[in-house]
């Protein structure tokens, strides 16, 4: 038989995710009740009269998953292999190129290993280009990103605390954020305009902060807490405390036992968010996580903010977009988390900010750019050298939030199978969410998926979901321990999820054996788990937890 790691989108044979060569499939005693043996154009794959998926029953278990009334008038494409040896078990549509939605990070933390590697680190420096005449510095300080992701108010705090360690209180000049290690392209192609204030559609620059340990870099926290009697305006408070947006409180507090309808939304092309709506006395409130509007100048406020406090005052203006001199001398620096670390909240909560930061930097090492063009073609060059056919895909950004993105189930298949022969693949694998796994950094996306089954604990996956797309592509261990990579696309349906028929396909893979497999009968959306009645990830629909 023929190994889906071998064949390349174009027939070549390409790098394999094989870990024994010399593999041989053990003989089952049954055949196909799905006939498979068909060549399938593009990919090259081969199933001969006779031959064994591996599971008895398999095809007829997913095909009747597939044909739920949640799928009518929908497309899938579904793949499953043996990890081993890349055995092709089942197929649907396998050249379908569908939507991916978040998917698409899979290549995206792929080539990012690969490409940048496991330890790479985002510098933050200070650095000054001026003369020192005591504690006082004659010219301008320079705030330099490279992109990091992960910088948070207080990563800035360190920053002017070892300023004002160097000796340094005045400095008579201007404050110039550097963010041109990326061009100014801040927000990705064909990213609905609709997303713009949401965090997870936040704009991408070189120098950004993040409000929290989830590193969700380019915005802030507003947090809206009822008046103390009934028509008061509510209290508006934001994380991390700055003066970079301003708020426009049009909401009022209602009487107690009230309706809690607040809006909170930033105003097109500013700082300026809205708060519209009622919250009632001794009510909830509302807590919203909202992008800025250009980010540089967000992380500019609050390092300068941070040097205030530390005793430093900075007598010019803060300009942004200055690319600092190559004389410039350093005068503080903070280090972010290495990547084979950071793919952790990247891939668990599938944070789109990580993965466009992730492309440009790519772009930036491979060529010398920092853009999405530069970056893509840098993700491509990885796919290609794995076997994946770059010609027969379409990836406009690192995330997948944009809906031009098209992947096919056999293309992520084969990257799966790839990816197991890579030196950096345990850590990358470590950064999949875990099914019914409940610490979120565990389980991320998947800890309230496939509880109480075999899948528990065993399957990991990427998750992804947009309005009429949803996929999850991943491992699981099968009732024999035999480890199985799936792929399940599925796109232009019209049920509110169809995430219960993802589980169902994955849970069946647990449940099967060499001799036996029984269909799953996937279940409505479930209580327990959030995802299965929206259209959004589960880690973007914040303060909700997954």
């Not at 044909?67 to 649907?92: F, N, W």
């Not at 360190?158 to 000049?173: C, E, K, M, T």
């Not at 670390?341 to 440009?360: G, R, V, Y």
Request: glycine residues 10%.
């Amino acid at each position: 038989m023929r190994r889906l790691a071998e064949t390349g989108e174009t027939g070549e044979t390409g790098e394999t995710g094989e870990t024994n060569r010399s593999h041989k499939p053990r003989r089952r005693a049954w055949t196909w009740a799905v006939v498979l043996g068909v060549l399938v154009a593009g990919l090259g794959w081969s199933a001969p009269a006779g031959a064994d998926p591996g599971t008895s029953g398999l095809p007829e278990a997913i095909d009747t998953i597939l044909g739920d009334s949640r799928m009518e008038g929908g497309a899938a494409s579904v793949v499953v292999a043996e990890a081993a040896g890349g055995d092709l078990l089942y197929q649907h549509a396998p050249t379908s190129r569908l939507m991916p939605a978040s998917n698409t990070k899979l290549p995206t933390s792929a080539a990012a290993m690969e490409i940048l590697g496991p330890d790479h680190t985002f510098t933050t420096d200070v650095l000054a280009a001026g003369r020192r005449h005591g504690a006082t510095l004659k010219g301008d300080l320079y705030l330099r990103g490279t992109g990091d992701p992960t910088a948070l108010a207080a990563d800035y705090d360190s920053l002017a605390a070892q300023v004002a360690a160097a000796g340094v209180s005045r400095v008579d000049g201007r404050l110039l954020a550097d963010d041109t290690r990326f061009d100014r392209n801040r927000l990705g192609r064909a990213w609905a305009a609709d997303d713009e204030s949401s965090y997870y559609s936040a704009q991408i620059s070189a120098l950004s902060v993040a409000p929290d340990t989830d590193y969700d870099t380019g915005s802030v926290i507003v947090e809206v807490a009822p008046g103390a009697a009934a028509g008061d305006k509510p209290k508006v408070t934001v994380t991390p405390k700055t003066t970079y947006v301003n708020f426009d409180v049009r909401a009022t507090t209602g009487a107690a036992g009230g309706a809690n309808d607040l809006t909170v939304e930033r105003e097109h092309g500013t700082n300026t968010i809205v708060v519209s709506g009622t919250t009632p006395v001794g009510g909830s409130g509302a807590q919203e996580w909202v992008s800025v509007w250009e980010p540089t100048g967000y992380a500019a406020a609050v390092f300068r903010d941070a040097l205030t406090a530390h005793g430093v005052q900075v007598t010019g203006a803060t300009r942004l977009g200055r690319a600092t001199p190559a004389t410039a001398r350093r005068l503080a620096s903070h280090a972010s988390m290495p990547l084979k670390d950071l793919l952790i909240p990247f891939m668990k909560l599938s944070n789109n900010m990580h993965a466009e930061i992730l492309t440009k930097t790519m772009g930036l090492k491979v060529s010398g750019e920092g853009s999405w063009s530069a970056g893509l073609a840098a993700v491509s060059g990885y796919l290609k050298g794995v076997g994946v056919d770059p010609g027969k895909l379409r990836q406009v950004d690192g995330s997948g939030l944009s809906r031009m993105n098209n992947l096919t189930a056999g293309q992520f298949a084969k990257l799966l199978l790839a990816v197991r022969a890579e030196p950096w693949y345990a850590a990358w694998r470590t950064s999949l969410p875990v099914a019914c796994a409940p610490e979120r950094f565990v389980g991320g996306t998947l800890r309230t998926r496939m509880c109480g089954t075999p899948a528990a604990l065993n399957a990991v996956g990427k998750t992804g979901s947009l309005t009429g797309a949803s996929a999850l592509s991943g491992y699981v261990k099968d009732a024999d321990g035999r480890e199985l990579v799936y792929s399940i696309v599925l796109n232009n349906y019209l049920a509110a999820s169809v995430k219960p028929l993802e589980d169902a396909i994955v849970v069946t893979l647990a449940r099967s054996t060499a001799d036996a497999t029984a269909t799953v009968k996937p279940t409505g959306p479930g209580a327990r788990s959030a995802e299965r009645t929206t259209d959004l990830e589960c880690s973007w629909r914040k303060p909700a937890r997954c």
